[in-house]
C-alpha cells in the first residue's frame, strides 16, 4: 500500500535581498527579505512524496539522480512534518499511521539547478507542500513557512504567490520567522519578469558558505543590515501595495547592488557577477534614461542571471531594447545560452 501525494511549487525572485544568517543551523536571517513569485508556467519544481510500510529508508530523487537523505536540512524538514502527522494520529486514532513509515520524494526542475535561479527555493517549497499534501496537514501556508525555512532560507517565500515577506522574527526558536503575503499577484497584475539567463552553470560559492564569509567579514553588511535594509522594507512593501512601480524599480535595483557591493566587501571576496551581468545593468540604464522614467528594473541572485522588473505596457521597449542591445555586447556570442524569457508573475 503506497500513499502518494504531488504538487508544484514556484520560483521566487528576492527584490530585498535575504544574505547573512544570525543562526546557521536554524536558518535565521539577519535581516527582513521581500521577493515576487514567479508564474509556473516556465520555472518550478514538480514533486512527488509517497510513504509505505514496505519501503525501508527514506529516498530523494533530484532530476533523476539519487540524493544524500542525511543532510541536517533535509533531516529537520522529515522531522518537523513527520511530528505534525504524529499529533493528527495522536489526536484521531482512525488515521492510517503514515508518520512513522519512510518517505520518497521525487523532484523535478525544469530550469538550471543551483545557478542562481533559487532553485533550493522552488524545491524546498515544493517538498514541503508534497509532504503536507501527503500527510494532509491543516497547517497554514504561514506555519509551513516555517518548516520550509529550515530546508532553505528562501523557500519560505515560495509557499505564496504573488508580493511576499519573509519576516525575520525575534526569537531564538525561530517561531517567528515567517513567510507572509504582501499582496496576491492579482493586486499587480501588469508586473512581469524577464529572465537572461547568462550562464546555466553552477555558481562557485554556495549562498550557505558565501553569505557568512559577509556576516563575519565585511563591515558594509554591518550597516545594510542595522541601518539600509529596516527602512527599505517598509518603503517597498508600501511601493508593491502602492503599486509605485518607479519606487518599486529603484529599490530593488539598489537593493541588488548593496547584495552584491557586500559579496565584494567580503573577505576574500565573492563574485557572482560577470560581464555580461555588468552589461545587462548598462542597459537598463540606457532604457530607463531613454523612456525618461524608471520602466526597468533589474536584480540578481548568488549568480550572474540577470532578472527585470517591468510592467507589460512597456514590454516591447524593454525586451526589444534588451535584445538589440545585448546582442551587440563583446564575448555576447560566448554565452549562447543567453535566453529572454517573458514570464507572467
Ligand atoms: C534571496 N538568496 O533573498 C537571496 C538573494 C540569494 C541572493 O536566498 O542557506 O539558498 O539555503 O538559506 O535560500 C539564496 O540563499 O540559502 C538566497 P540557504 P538560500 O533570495
Known sequence: MIHQASTTAPVNIATLKYWGKRDPALNLPTNNSISVTLSQDDLRTLTTASCSPDFTQDELWLNGKQEDVSGKRL????????????????????????????????????????????????????????VANLYELQETPEQLSIVARQGSGSACRSLYGGYVAWEMGTESDGSDSRAVQIATADHWPEMRAAILVVSADKKDTSSTTGMQVTVHTSPLFKERVTTVVPERFAQMKKSILDRDFPTFAELTMRDSNQFHATCLDSYPPIFYLNDVSRASIRVVEAINKAAGATIAAYTFDAGPNCVIYYEDKNEELVLGALKAILGRVEGWEKHQSVDAKKIDV
Open 75 to 130: 533531516v529537520a524538514c522529515f522531522r518537523e512534518l513527520r511530528a505534525l502527522r504524529h499529533k493528527m494520529e495522536d489526536s484521531d486514532s482512525s488515521l492510517p499511521k503514515l508518520a512513522d513509515q519512510k518517505l520518497k520524494i521525487v523532484s523535478e526542475n525544469n530550469f538550471p539547478t543551483a545557478a542562481g535561479l533559487a532553485s533550493s527555493a522552488a524545491g524546498f517549497a515544493a517538498l514541503i507542500r508534497a
